[in-house]
């Protein structure tokens, strides 16, 4: 039986409300999401890098309709909830991200996420007033759609040359107070902090798998307290890095050693189903 946008929302509610951390994978296309899906992930996230890496492009570089159209493909792929990394809202104001939580609530989503990098490699994060007037205006947007939306807020300073952690806490704790269900700070250095950010605040943390030496286990993130971990592009790279590596031995050695370690069309075919 296929989930309705509504179960499919409040089954993503649950999977934050368990005592447990869950995985969330990040998908770039909708094979690899129903791949994902079949294999008992219990919900996809997009990755606006993976995706725009897909298009040959860089993180950053594709477009609200283009993200959008993303999005409900990989929602009619799978019969698991979806989230979508929506980036800064595509648009600076808070009127641009509150459209954007309109729109990408249209396509099926169960949640998304918007941060606080404006784009800008000269001011990379918002303001801290014009970061918290952004998330309200999200909050303020999913609160008025017909169907229930979870609301990720992102501090990024650690991923833009800001590394400060009073200042993250103090941004994701008036997300929190602007009404976000889930609060996200990418790279944060090491457990000590993950445990900061999580006793600071009430409300599910994502933490984000995928920078070496930055990406603890689950067991231990648990412990530390987050409820939900992210994968970022790492699928999406390990899959590319196989491509990489199986190209260099063709084009190096002339052999097809890679061909052993393949997971057969049979065993991938299980998988493909919704």
Known sequence: MTATQRDKAAAFRTLHEQ??????????????????????????ATSSAAFANTLGRQDGKITRDEALAHCKTLVAAVNVP????????????????AETI?????????????????????????DFEQAVERVTAAVEAAKSLGTPFILTARCENFLHGHPDLDDTIKRLQAFEKAGADVLFAPGLPDLKAVRAVCSSLSKPVNFMVGIP?????????????????????????????????AAHEILDKGTFEFLNALVSPKELGKSLRK
């Not at 005592?19 to 919900?43: E, H, Q, T, Y």
């Not at 979508?84 to 991200?97: K, Q, T, Y």
């Not at 286990?217 to 590319?240: D, N």
């Open 19 to 44: 005592p447990r951390a869950f995985v969330i994978a990040n998908a770039w296309d909708a094979g690899s999401a129903m791949l994902l899906a079949g294999l008992g992930f219990p919900a996809i």
């Open 82 to 97: 979806v989230a979508a990394d929506l980036e800064n809202g595509f648009g600076h104001a808070p009127s641009h991200v």
């Open 102 to 126: 309109r729109l990408a609530a249209q396509t099926g989503l169960a949640g998304g996420s918007i941060e606080d990098h404006t784009g800008d490699p000269t001011k990379p994060i918002y």
């Open 213 to 245: 030496g930055r990406s603890f286990s689950v067991p231990e993130l648990q412990e530390a307290g987050v409820r939900r971990i992210s994968l970022a592009t790492s699928l999406h790279r390990a899959a590319m890095s196989g491509v990489y590596n």
